[in-house]
C-alpha cells in the first residue's frame, strides 16, 4: 500500500489566491515591480525565498502562513460551514423604491426648472422682438 501526500508547491498556492482574489497576472506584477513573465515563473515555483514569499502575501492581502498552510479543501469547508449569513450583509438598510421614488422626484424638479428657464428665455426674445 503507498499513500501519496500533497506537495507543498507555493507557486500554485499563490496562483490560487490570487485567481480567487480575482486580481490578474498582471496586476499581482505591477504591485511586485516585476514582469507578467516573473510572477508567470513564481508561480510555477515549488519553493520560494521567505522575503519574496513575504512581499507577495502582503501584495495579496494574506500573510505569508497562510499561503504555506493554503488548501482548497479548506478554502471550500469554510465557505459551506456557514449556517447563518452573519457574516454577509443581506439586511437592506434601505427600501429600494423608496430611493427610485427620490430620484423620480429630483429628475421632476429639475426638468421643471429647465423647462422654466426656457419659457423664461422664449418670453425675454419676445419682447426683445416686439421692441425693436
Known sequence: MTTTTKSNHIGRKIARIRE?????QETLAEELGISQQSVSILEKS???EDE???RVAKVLGVTK????????????NYFNNFHDNSAFN??????PLDKLVEAYEE????YERL??????KNDFLKTFLQNK
Open 90 to 95: 443581506t439586511h437592506c438598510t434601505f427600501n
Open 20 to 24: 480567487l482574489r480575482g486580481m490578474k
Open 115 to 120: 423647462v422654466q428657464a426656457e419659457k423664461d
Open 65 to 76: 502562513e497562510a499561503i504555506q498552510n493554503f488548501s482548497e479543501d479548506s478554502v471550500f
Open 46 to 48: 515549488e519553493i520560494l
Open 107 to 110: 429628475n421632476k424638479k429639475l
Open 52 to 54: 519574496k514569499l513575504e
